[in-house]
């Protein structure tokens, strides 16, 4: 986990990771959210409707955002205010993302960093985008 204070960020700061979406992971949302639409729990609708199977749940895919923001960039001393995504291309179990952010806005008078943010597939397609506001505690 990185510790970065407010006065270590700069604009045109990055940080990174990968990660590989799991069946697991899909049925940890599931439970969590109660979200049982057929379009990410049952391949065969999935597939009758166009998809190569199940979609992983947008919003699954977005939470790697607050993974991004609490551990890499700004890390331990920030508190999400806002996260604005966008879904691109939707993303199947098995896929291996890389979610990348950079640090493109730095306000002095509230302690907050703007973070532009992107996940890509392991085909390096975009798959979602965001804007991340970021408090820092420190």
């Known amino acids: 986990m990185n510790e970065y204070a407010f006065s270590d960020i ?12 799991t069946q697991e992971m899909m049925d940890a949302f ?35 955002y607050s993974r991004l923001a609490g551990m890499y960039l700004p890390g331990k001393y920030c508190l999400l205010q806002e996260v604005s995504t966008q879904f691109a291309k939707p993303v199947f179990v098995g896929d291996s993302l890389s979610v990348r952010g950079t640090v493109v806005e730095k306000s002095e008078s509230v302690r907050q960093v703007v973070i532009k943010a992107e996940i890509r597939n392991q085909d390096g397609s975009k798959v979602n985008r965001a804007k991340i506001k970021a408090g820092m505690v420190r």
């Open 10 to 21: 700069q604009v045109g700061m990055e940080a990174g990771f990968c990660v590989t979406v």
């Open 30 to 64: 599931r439970t969590l959210s109660g979200d049982e639409n057929p379009m990410h729990t049952d391949a065969s609708f999935a597939r009758e409707n166009g998809f190569g199977g199940v979609v992983v749940y947008g919003l699954l895919v977005s939470s790697f």
